[in-house]
Structure formats: C-alpha cells, structure tokens
C-alpha cells in the first residue's frame, strides 16, 4: 500500500502533462488570464481525451488479464483472441443495417460480436490439442486475420474502409466533450472485475480447481468474457484499438507481483493508464505539430515486448 | 459415507468405468488400487464431480453429488487430481489460502488465517510459504497443493496419486499425515495408489480395481494376498511378512 500512493501521483502528474500538451497554446497563465480559446480547448479536449486515456488504459489491461486467466495462457489478449476483429465486425455491421443506431446501441451490437468471437476462440482452443502455450495466441491471431479478412472485404464493397481503419488504430487526437462518455462505462466493468478477482484466480488454476473449490467454471468464464467483450467493444467504438496492451501490462505486473488478481489488480489498472497517458504524450510530441496515433505508437512498443516475452519463454521451456 | 450405486462411464466405445457399486466407509483410509486402465481415476473423479457420469450415482452423507450446489459440496469433500499444472503466479501462501475459499468467499477470517498456517506447518511448507509456485520443485509443489486441500477442511478427502514426485521421505510423511488426519481430526481420506506396499502398510481398507469394474476389497490382510493380487495385475506376486507388515514382491 505504501508504493500505492507514489503510483497515483504519478498518474496525476501524467495526467496534468497531458492537460497542457497539444497544438492549441493552453497553459496556466492563458487560464487564469480568462482567455477563452484556452479554456474552450481545455473543457471540450483537453480533459475529455485526458479522461479518455485513464479509462480505456486501465480497463484494458484488466481486460487482458482476464482473457489470460479463462485462456490460462500467458499471450492471450483481445487483439490476439479475435475479439477485437469481431468487435469491429459487429460495428460494421451497424453502419450497413441501422446507421441511425445511438452510439450506446452500437456498442452493445459490437460487445455481442466480441462476445461470439471470443467464445468461439475459446471453443477452438477446447478441441485442439495443444501441444505448446505458443500455439494459443497463434490460433486466436489466425482466427483474427480471418474475421479481419471478412471484415475488410465487407468494408471494401460498401467504401467504408476509412471507417475501419479508424476502429483498428487506436487514436484518442479526434475524442471531444460528448463523444467519449461511454468510456466511463470501463470504470464500472473494472470495478466488477476487481470484486470477481478471485473468481478468475480460481479460474486460472482451471476447471478442476475451480469445481474443486465449489465454483461454477463455466459462469467464471461467462461472466469474465463479458467483462472483455464489453470492455473492448467500447473501446474500439469510441478511440479504436490499442494492441498489445492487455499484454504487456498483465505481464509485466505477474513477473514482479504474481497472479494473486486482488492484489495485482489496482496495479494493472494504474500501470494500464500510465502507459497509455505517456504513449499518447508521445505521440503528441514526436512529430509536432502532427500526431502519431496511440495505436501506432503502442503497436511498436506492444510487438516489441511480446517478442520478448514469446524468445524469453522459448529459452525457458527448451 | 460414500456411496456408489451403479456407476457408468464411457469414451466413445471404450468403458471405463461399468456399472460399479461401492460404499466407503467414514473415517480412515480407504486405497483404491489395480493396473493402468482399471479406471481408478475416472471413478475418483467422478464421486468428486469432476467428471459426469454417464449413469448411476453418488451420495456424500446422503448428498447427490450431481444436484447439490458446488459450495455446498465444497465444504464436505475436496479433491486432488494428478498432474496438476497450474501456469498462474501464485505464492504457496495464496495457493493454500484459495483452499478457503468455500468459507470465505474471499474475506479471510481469522480463523481462516489460523487453519492456513496449521496447513502449511503440517506440510513443512513454513519456509517456502512466500515462494512462487513456479520457482518450486515437483515434490514441493506437489506438498503444496496438498497442503491447499488439507486448508480446505472437509470431512472428505480425496487424491489421485498423491506421492506422485515424492521422494521417500515425503512419501511417508505424506502417508502418515493422511492417516492422521483420518486417526485424530476424524477425516475420510480416499487416495488412488499405484504402490500396493504403501497401500498394505498405511491403509485401513483397499479397493482393487480391474477392467472398469472392481475385482477386489476388504482389509489389507485380506487384499494383499498372493492369488488376488496375481490375478489382478496379471504378474505372480509373492507377500512377505517383514516387521509385522505385508510387503509384496515381483521382481524376479
């Protein structure tokens, strides 16, 4: 608890940086000075995309967690579980039948898509026999190009790829006051999943344990699958996706802390919405007065350490 | 009491378990035996509702295991497999703790606390207790697990294979430990065995299973007896009587 507090300053003070960084000139003198451009930048952006990073960030790397735990498998997350392709399908398929649907019903057509894609990764996973963890996210980046094929194909006869490319790469530069609010709604999910953390402890220790300490292993993993659908469907509906997220945050926390989820799990979430506030500062600064989408940024960073992470266990098992 | 009426189970065309009826006894600890194949642990599994059978049933002091709620059942009778592989980061200390989780739904009391530390002293697990699982050697990790479902504290135990990467030293001290759970805090203890010797010398009843079905049971001076014990694993064994115990031979 004591390392807990310096965490939380530090997210504070990431926050505050991304306040004041960006094209339009805001800082604290034009504030008190009442210019108003300022203030108007600071109230419909600033703190919206501010909000917006802490929210998707953290419920992320929850999301990734969780999905590693029901898959018992180190390099499962959204991106490479096929969930994020069927989220995007499912929006997709909003804007051909119902492109008058309100945003909240978009989303809730997507997290049904998500929650089919992933259900039936887990499906595969059941029926094929595994003979390394490495063939795990191998499947779910399969059954992901595949979705992501028909997804495409869709997108290119309607001459909605512009469309698609914007759910696909995470970027935050075009979240304004009003468009981002169903991003509070990742709050709630984290805090659902931190009040079932130890059911999806129990979980990854899989389905005999779990039945063993008189748990209902398929309601675990229902209810955690629509924790992760949910969690992503909002997420690519308002900023786009942020692969590898859910993964190298999750990782990085069980390599220092464990699995014990309730007590990783505050840690997950913060180290979630520090990473993606400074990759989005990044982004921001590197080619002023343009942005590199989060998305990208993370993407380099992402595939990086999950390299790592797949030579690193290679090493370990042979 | 344990009772099994009738139970079946089948892979595709193969049996492994047909038609069997058993009851077991409360208190002491009952073996169950036989080759590979005999279905040992398909039966195990299946009084402990891990697999579901295909057709009779099974009560645990007069609950059907199929029909009463896990948490329920989660409080009388606990279950080891073998080969347990558990790729989660868990500490020793948090692996025993899950095992209350039936009580405590994840709001350990002191109480909770007290049967935790008394699970990892009877285990010789105090110095390992804030180690990774991961970081641990089969036997280690073997008494650990053990060690979680002894924290769990039903009235009903069961484990498949638990000497399974136990040297000599721990494979006694665990058989001795079973045992006294079952003598002192009065627990039913069931444990598939592969060595008949450990069987004759620690248990109080033994099951012999062959071919799905159950050829054999009664004491150990009844069932580790040369023709039944040759009959069923289809070798001659001899049985010697060394120190007051019944020990077997099949070596030459």
Known sequence: MSRFLPAILMIALLALVSLFVGVSDVSLAALANGDGHAQLVLI??????????????AALAVAGTIMQMLARNRFVEP??????????????????FAPAMPVIGKMLVATAFALAGTALFLRILRQVPLRSPLLVPLIGIMLGSVIGAVTTFIAYRYDLQQSLAAWMTGDFSGILKGRYELLWLNLALTIAAY????????????????????LNYRRVVSLGLVIVSMVTAVVVATVGAIPFLGLVVPNVVSMIMGDNIRRSLPWIALTGAGLVLMCDIVGRLVIRPYEIPIGTVFGVVGSIFFLYLLLRSRSRVA | MIEIRDLVKAYDDSIVVDGVSLQIAAGGVTSIIGPNGAGKSTLLSMVSRLVAM?????????????????DVLARRLSVLRQDNHITTRLTVRDLVAFGRYPYSKGRPTVEDARHIDGALSFLDLGDL?????????????????????????????????????????????????????????????????????????????????????????GTPEEIIEQTILSDIYEVPIRVHEIDGQRITTYYR
């Not at chain 2, 295909?54 to 896990?70: A, E, I, K, N, Q």
């Not at chain 2, 073997?142 to 060690?147: E, P």
């Not at chain 2, 620690?202 to 062959?210: S, Y």
Request: aromatic share 6%; proline share 2%.
């Open chain 2, 129 to 217: 207790a804030d180690r990774f699982l991961d970081e641990l050697s089969g036997g280690q990790r073997q008494r650990a697990f053990v060690a979680m479902v002894l924290c769990q504290d039903t009235d009903y135990m069961l484990f498949d294979e638990p000497l399974n990467n136990l040297d000599i030293r721990h494979a006694v001290s665990m058989m001795r430990l079973l045992r006294r759970a079952a003598r002192e805090l009065g627990k039913t203890v069931v444990v598939v065995l592969h060595d008949i010797n450990v069987a004759s010398c620690f248990c109080d009843h033994i099951v012999a299973m062959k071919a799905a079905r159950i050829a054999a049971q």
């Open chain 1, 195 to 214: 009040v079932a953390a130890d059911r999806f402890t129990v979980a990854g220790m899989g389905q005999d344990f779990t039945t063993n300490l008189g």
């Open chain 1, 79 to 96: 991106s490479t579980a096929g969930t994020v392709e069927s989220a995007s399908l499912g929006i997709l398929f909003v804007m051909l």
């Open chain 2, 54 to 70: 295909d057709r009779g049933s099974v009560t645990v002091d007069g609950l059907d295991v199929t029909t009463t709620p896990g």
């Open chain 1, 44 to 57: 419909a952006s600033r703190i919206p995309r501010t909000f917006a990073l802490i929210l998707s960030g």
